[in-house]
């Protein structure tokens, strides 16, 4: 059973900047796609960006786009998101997920991680 921590979520005032991270306690081929998930309260959980372990290949939800930046760290069991000119509207619990297939479906991944709070604050 693949297991994800997610750590670095913080309250911080808009357009300001934070970066989380999320780590794999293995990596198995059922996890050749990482994700960044986020669900604030009265939403649904959506897609913010992922990253194909094997090839590098990154997907970005059009609200973060040229803002995050999603990357993997050593061993490739570590991935960050890299959040720039946050806005309020990017207040939420983010999830660290991961799958066999990279999209910002939430059907297309099996592992999640309990979630690190995001705050940002106008």
């Known amino acids: 059973q693949v297991q994800l921590v997610e750590s670095g979520g913080s309250s911080v005032q808009a357009g300001g900047s934070l970066s989380i991270s999320c780590v794999a306690s293995?990596?198995?081929?059922?996890?050749?796609?990482m994700a960044w998930f986020r669900q604030a309260p009265g939403n649904e959980r959506e897609g913010v960006a992922a990253?194909?372990?094997?090839?590098?290949?990154?997907w970005y939800a059009d609200s973060v786009k040229g803002r995050f930046t999603i990357s993997l760290g050593y061993a490739k069991r570590t991935m960050y998101l890299q959040m720039n000119s946050l806005k309020p509207e990017d207040t939420a619990m983010y999830y660290c997920?991961?799958?066999?297939?990279?999209?910002?479906?939430?059907?297309?991944?099996?592992?999640w991680g309990k979630g690190t709070q995001v705050t940002v604050s106008s």
């Open positions: 997920a991961a799958g066999d297939y990279c999209s910002g479906n939430v059907g297309d991944f099996g592992y």
């Open positions: 293995e990596y198995t081929s059922r996890t050749a796609c």
């Open positions: 990253i194909n372990r094997y090839g590098g290949a990154t």
